[in-house]
C-alpha cells in the first residue's frame, strides 16, 4: 500500500487526469497556429472556434467530482483558459467584422494562399492579372482611408495586423512558386512586388489612424498605450481570480501607502532627517557604488540574502539552480525601459555604460543604488524569480497557466517577508526597501488611473516623482514600460496583490502553526505556476465545483 501511495504521489508530481487532454490541445493548437498562420483571417479564426469548443466538450466529460483536488484545479484553469480564447476570438471578429469595409480585397488574397498550402500549378497570367486587380481596388480602399478620422486605437491596431497578416498571405504563395515555376517566376514578381508595397504602406496608414483617437493624443511624455476601461479590467480581474474591483484595489494601495508613509518617516527620523524622508532618501541614493563595483556589490547582496533565507530554514534552495544562475550586464537600450535590475536564471544588471549621458549615468546609479537592490535582490533571485524558473521546469511542467499574480506576487512576497524578518539592517536598508514597497503601491494607482481614463502617462510619472520620489528618467522607463512594453494591463497591478494573496495564504497557514514556513514555501513552488486562490485551494484540499467563480477575500480592506 505504501509503495502504491508513493507512486500516485510520485505520479502527481508531473501528472493529473486533465494532463492527457491538455497534451493534446497543446499540440493541436500549435499545429493549427502553423498552418493557418494567417492572424486575423476568418478561416483561421472559424477553425480555432471549432476547436476550443471541441475540447471543452472533450473535458466536461471528464468525471469531475471524482478528482482529487489539483486535477478539479487543473480543470477548472483549464476550462477558463478555453473560455478566455473564445471570448478573445469572438472580440477579433467583432473587430474584424467592423474593418470590412477597409478589406473588399481580402478574400481573393486569403484564396491565393489557400491554393497554395497543396502546391496547386498557378495560372501565372491569371493570377498576374488577379493580384494587379487588388493592387487597384486597394489604391482605392488607400484613397478613402486617408480621408478617414473616426477610427478607434483598438480598430486602427487590428485593421493594421490584417494588412499585415495579408502580406504574409502573398509572402508565402510568392516565396513557394518564385524561382521554382518558369511561367510564375516570369509573371508574378512586378505585380507581387507592387501589392506587397502597398500593403505595407496600407498597414502604416492604418496603424497611423489610431493617433486620431482623442483618448489617445500625447501629453507630452511620447508614451501612447492603449486604455482598455473599467469594464475589460474587471472581467479580466475575474479571469486572474481577483475578486476585488478596481476602486478597491486602489483603496488596498493607498492603505497600504499610509503604513509605507509612516515606516519611512521613522527611518528618516533616525537618519537625522526629521520628516524629511525625501533628503533622507537622496542620501541612500548617494550610496551608489562605482560603475566597475556593481557586480561585486550585487554578489555581497545575493550572499547575505540566500545566508539570511538559509538561517531561517525558509525554503529548500536547489543546489544546480544557486550553481547555474549567471550574471550580464543591460544594454543601454534596455535600460530606457527598464531602468532597475532583473532577474531569474539570469541576474541582468542594469548600470550605465559609458556610452550614456552623463545625467542618465547618474541617474541609473542613484536608483541602483545597495540599499534599494538588497531589497529586491532575493526577488530576482533566490527564493523569487530564478527559483520559479528552476522548479516550473521541474514540477508539473504541464501546467501552463501562467499569471503575473503568481510569477511577480510570489517574489514581491518574499520583500515583504523578508522585511518582517528583519532583514533590512539599518534606516537606510529600510528606505531602500520602502522605496520598492511605495513603487509597488503606486502602481497599482497609476496603472488602474490610467486604464480607467481617469489620469494620462505624464500624470503617472509626475505621480511616481513626487509620491515614491523616483529619478524622472526612472519613472518615464518604469510608464513606458507599462504602457507599451507589451506587458498586460494587470501586470503592475499582479506585484503587490499577488503579494498579499501569498501573504494571507501565509498567515492562515504558517502563522496558525498548520505548516513550518519551509513546508508552505517548499509546497507552493513545485505547483508551478496559477492564480494564487488556486494555489490555497489546493493546500487546504478546498472542495471546488466545476462552474467555480473567484471569491476569496484576501484583504481586510474595511478593517480598522
Not at 501528472?15 to 494567417?38: C, K, P, Q
Not at 494601495?253 to 533622507?280: H, I, P, T, V, Y
Not at 509597488?440 to 509626475?462: E, M, N, V
Amino acid at each position: 500500500m505504501q509503495t502504491a501511495i508513493h507512486a500516485q504521489s510520485t505520479l502527481y508530481e508531473q501528472s493529473s487526469e486533465v494532463n492527457n487532454i491538455m497534451v493534446t490541445y497543446n499540440a493541436d493548437r500549435g499545429a493549427l497556429n502553423r498552418f493557418y498562420f494567417v492572424r486575423n483571417s476568418p478561416e483561421r479564426r472559424e477553425r480555432l472556434k471549432t476547436m476550443y469548443e471541441g475540447y471543452m466538450k472533450r473535458l466536461s466529460q471528464l468525471g469531475f467530482e471524482n478528482l482529487p483536488t489539483g486535477s478539479k484545479v487543473d480543470y477548472i484553469l483549464f476550462q477558463r483558459n478555453l473560455e478566455d480564447e473564445l471570448y478573445e476570438l469572438a472580440q477579433e471578429k467583432k473587430e474584424y467584422d467592423a474593418n470590412a469595409g477597409w478589406f473588399p480585397f481580402a478574400e481573393r488574397i486569403y484564396a491565393i494562399e489557400k491554393a497554395r498550402r497543396r502546391g496547386a500549378a498557378p495560372d501565372a497570367p491569371a493570377l498576374a492579372a488577379e493580384m494587379n486587380g487588388i493592387a487597384k481596388a486597394l489604391l482605392t480602399s488607400k484613397a478613402a482611408l486617408e480621408k478617414e478620422k473616426n477610427m478607434t486605437l483598438a480598430l486602427s491596431r487590428r485593421a493594421a495586423a490584417t494588412a499585415k497578416g495579408l502580406q504574409s498571405a502573398l509572402k508565402s504563395s510568392f516565396d513557394f512558386y518564385n524561382g521554382y515555376d518558369p511561367l510564375y517566376t516570369w509573371w508574378i514578381p512586378m505585380p507581387y512586388k507592387r501589392l506587397d508595397s502597398l500593403l505595407d504602406q496600407y498597414a502604416a496608414l492604418l496603424a497611423a489612424k489610431g493617433k486620431s483617437d482623442v483618448s489617445q493624443k500625447d501629453d507630452g511624455s511620447g508614451i501612447i498605450g492603449q486604455p482598455i476601461g473599467r469594464e475589460e479590467i474587471i472581467r479580466q480581474l475575474q479571469y486572474e481570480m481577483i475578486p476585488y474591483t478596481p476602486e478597491d484595489l486602489i483603496a488596498i494601495a493607498n492603505k497600504e501607502f499610509a503604513w509605507c508613509d509612516a515606516e519611512m518617516l521613522k527611518a528618516s527620523r533616525e537618519m537625522g532627517f526629521g520628516d524629511d524622508w525625501k533628503a533622507a532618501m537622496e542620501k541612500v541614493k548617494n550610496s551608489y557604488v562605482p560603475p566597475s563595483k556593481q557586480p561585486e556589490a550585487m554578489m555581497k547582496l545575493y550572499n547575505e540574502s540566500v545566508d539570511f533565507i538559509r538561517q531561517h530554514d525558509l525554503i529548500t534552495i536547489p543546489e544546480l539552480g544557486e550553481e547555474t544562475w549567471r550574471m550580464s550586464m543591460m544594454a543601454p537600450e534596455r535600460q530606457l525601459v527598464s531602468p532597475f535590475f532583473l532577474g531569474g536564471e539570469e541576474f541582468i544588471i542594469s548600470y550605465p555604460t559609458n556610452t550614456m549621458q552623463h545625467d542618465d549615468k547618474m541617474m541609473s546609479m542613484r536608483g541602483n543604488n545597495p540599499h534599494f537592490s538588497r531589497a529586491t535582490v532575493h526577488h530576482e533571485l533566490f527564493a523569487g524569480h530564478a527559483m520559479q524558473q528552476f522548479m516550473n521546469s521541474r514540477y508539473k511542467t504541464y501546467r501552463r497557466f501562467n499569471t503575473p499574480f503568481w510569477v511577480e506576487g510570489w517574489s514581491l512576497y518574499w520583500e515583504r517577508l523578508l522585511w518582517d524578518l528583519k532583514f533590512p539592517v539599518s534606516p537606510e536598508d529600510r528606505i531602500g526597501m520602502l522605496f520598492w514597497r511605495m513603487h509597488r503601491c503606486a502602481r497599482i494607482i497609476f496603472s488602474l488611473s490610467y486604464h480607467t481614463g481617469k489620469w494620462t502617462p505624464l500624470q503617472c510619472i509626475d505621480f511616481l516623482v513626487d509620491r515614491v520620489n523616483h529619478e524622472r528618467a526612472n519613472a518615464e522607463g518604469e510608464v513606458r514600460r507599462s504602457f507599451t512594453g507589451g506587458y498586460g494591463p494587470l501586470y503592475q497591478v499582479a506585484y503587490m496583490i499577488g503579494g498579499l494573496q501569498f501573504e494571507a495564504l501565509k498567515k492562515e497557514l504558517v502563522d496558525s502553526g498548520k505548516m513550518t514556513y519551509k513546508q508552505f514555501h517548499d509546497a507552493i513552488i513545485r505547483e508551478n505556476a496559477m492564480p494564487v486562490e488556486m494555489v490555497r485551494a489546493i493546500l487546504i484540499n478546498q472542495q471546488l465545483t466545476k462552474d467555480f467563480k473567484t471569491n476569496w477575500k484576501f484583504y481586510p480592506l474595511f478593517a480598522k
